[in-house]
């Protein structure tokens, strides 16, 4: 009975992006919500992505601090561990995962609110393909700007690190020494890399969950809960397929 509902849903995921990657029907209106949207869930995303990257960069050093307080290990582990943690991971799939619950949640009850309030049914008897014209923009938006929010988390976790070497925890240039230690330019092009297929994710899955709600107000805030899950499990999955396939 699983294995049924998910085919079902699978397919019927899989029809609606067929809907969504479509030529619009009107370009400039399109474009005119492709920045909006980039406004929405991009730009106003920023200080949630600093904050939180400070905060787990600052707690990533003082952890190897604390582990890696060792003898036979160069006291410069800690910055160069705490570098490839944000790189590694970090900076693409848990922002992501957080991303998931704050733009996704958006983006399922924006759609489910006008699913239920009948805007989309006034666009379809308009001859608008509301799939391509409600959601489309929100996948662009996102998938444009998503690199910018994974380099600005991994500035910032790193300057995490540098407040806690400030205050005494570890010295500062044994830490930025670390930093700079053994780097690797393509764990910098994974990050974004993943952070991109995420993006898809999250807003393609969010879109979904919300524009098929039934009912009511109810419903809405199921469809967001349903979407935020759903999207965490499957970024998690392409998270270990992403990993395999680009750091062999």
Avoid: H
Avoid at 6 to 30: H, I, N, Q, W
Avoid at 115 to 125: F, G, H, N
């Amino acid at each position: 009975m699983f294995i049924t509902s998910s085919l079902e849903t699978f397919g019927r995921y899989a029809l609606f992006m067929c809907k969504v990657f479509t030529k619009p029907d009107r370009l400039r209106e399109s474009l005119r919500r492709y920045v909006l949207e980039i406004s929405k869930l991009g730009i106003d995303s920023i200080p949630l992505v600093l904050v939180i990257s400070i905060f787990i960069g600052a707690v990533c050093a003082i952890q190897m601090q604390i582990n890696f307080a060792n003898p036979l290990l160069p006291a410069y582990t800690v910055g160069l561990a705490t570098r490839d943690i944000l790189l590694l991971e970090f900076s693409s799939s848990i922002l992501c995962l957080i991303l998931a619950g704050k733009v996704g949640s958006n983006i399922a009850s924006e759609i489910g609110t006008m699913r239920v309030t009948e805007q989309i049914d006034a666009l379809e008897i308009m001859g608008i393909n509301s799939c391509n014209f409600i959601v489309l923009p929100k996948i662009a938006a996102l998938l444009t700007f998503i690199p910018v929010l994974t380099i600005f988390s991994m500035c910032a976790g790193l300057f995490g690190g540098y407040i806690v070497a400030l205050i005494g925890l570890l010295p500062v240039n044994t830490y930025i020494f670390g930093i700079q230690s053994y780097f690797i330019e393509w764990y910098v092009w994974y990050a974004i890399i993943k952070s991109l297929f995420f993006s898809v994710i999250i807003t393609s899955v969010a879109s979904f969950y919300g524009y098929y709600v039934k009912g009511g107000a109810l419903e809405v805030g199921k469809a967001s809960t349903n979407s935020v899950v759903a999207s965490s499990v499957l970024i998690l999955l392409l998270d270990v397929l992403l990993t395999r396939l680009l750091l062999q």
